[in-house]
């Protein structure tokens, strides 16, 4: 597994992974020990992260369940489908935004569960969030992922918004490559194609379905 | 073995996105970010830009998630493909020739060749593009960074014989510089995203700047008027053999992720390309383990 994640931080996966780290959230701080600082919020969410889903004796059925929690406390997942859908968000139905938003945390589960088991092998150093655009309640935060093993850190930035005294992450980059911007670059051109939302789900659907899209090594 | 060289393919990747091949130098990418080298000015360009494309196009969302947008124009980065067809036409050919020719002959080169080899070979057709690179770092008015270019390959010339790179272990560190990115630098739009035969993502801007390379580079000027033509073969067939072998993984799985593998490659290949022409070396700030900056802005500021 260790190798896998390795490999993971090589090339474009970047993203991908670090954005598995930070799905692998935050949550469940108790109110009292509620993160101030973007930077905190985001180390109390890997923390939690990796507390909670690299736990031995859960069954695949927990770590989903558990994953998908996470993701929902620690990520804007509405604000983010709204962004990769794009202007397709202003005229899809409510019940194709509501599949859509299933679909993509089926897809989201799939793609970044299996990295949670080498995930202790990394350091994460957090740096201070950087306000945007002049505003308060919008930073980035500089995240780097050291691995145990003495390969390359990998540098990456996690987006983050403030929302009453609660954040959630908008957006990972590492190495340059969002992780929002590609999947909306591929999935309005999947719309366009396909003629609707409801095509890209059930093309969603046919490749969760497929398996493929597990880490090599974590393919049955 | 394979570790290994995954992890010098990291390390190269950036150094060599201009190898030509099919495999398309896509695997990272562009964006803004506070922080970023300020060696054209660019770094700071089109956030504002962005917003007011945002808000006109009534996503206030996209702001705040991502503010990519293309240098030139100031315009979304995924902001349009009006080649598509003929784009898509020729990304099947060259993902074909991929398919059957250079990706079994990577895979065997990564598999059989000794990695001093790989390294060697790897080192030495990156060694050949810094005279390019030291042109381009001239005509965008980039000192600092045409000096450490120049220091490169003197260093590496004279004790690496172009095979080594002690230049990097001396603090002088390889980044591609291109005649479309000094076209970026002095304002020319990218104009359409446009597929190559053979190599792979461009646009109309970097296309015209690979043919003012072509003339800028002194092995294919060795090449032309000695008429040694194998010279410029075998050095592309290097460049891509030995770019293909390092991301062997990288593609694999991005194909293996994607739902539309073209708008995948062509996505990554903008992001990439826009954080090259803005000198983003990296993904944010190094972040040491020492004590953290107090003032959120010194975290941003390398």
Redesign the interface.
Known sequence: MT?GI??M????????FAAALAFAGPLVAPAAAQAETP?EFLEDFSNTALTELTGDGLSQDEREARFGSLLEEGFDVP??S??IL??FW?TASEQERADFIVVFKDYLAQ?FLPLFGGARDVEL?????????GRDD?F?V???FVPADG???????W?V?QQASDFKI??V??????L???L???????IR?QGSVAG?IE??RR?IDSG??R??NQQS | MQNRASSRASARFLKRFSAPALCLAVLSGCAWAPGLEQTNRYATAPTSSFQLAARADGELIASDIADVADVGTGQFVSAGDPLEVFNRFMFAINDTLDIFILKPVAVTYRRWAPELMQEVVSNFVTHLSEPVTFANALFQGDWEHAETTGSRFLINSAIGFGMFDPATGLGLNHRNEDFGQTLAVHGVPSGPYLVLPLLGPSTVRDAAGRGVDFFLDPFSYLARTTDRTELSVGRTAAEAISFRAENIDTLDEVRRDSIDYYSRIRSLWRQQRERQIRNDVGGGPEISDAEPATDPHQVGAR
Do not use: K, M, N, W
Request: hydrophobic share 40%.
């Open positions: 190798a390795t490999r931080f090589r090339g474009v996966g970047f993203a991908f930077a604000a983010v709204q962004f794009a202007r202003r793609r150093r957090f740096g201070e969030g950087v306000p945007l655009q919008l980035e500089p995240v780097t390969s390359e850190p990998v540098r990456t930035i987006r918004r908008l957006d980059r590492a190495e340059g490559v969002s929002a911007v590609t909306r670059d591929e999935y309005t051109s999947v194609q890209l093309e969603l490749l493929q899209i880490p090599v």
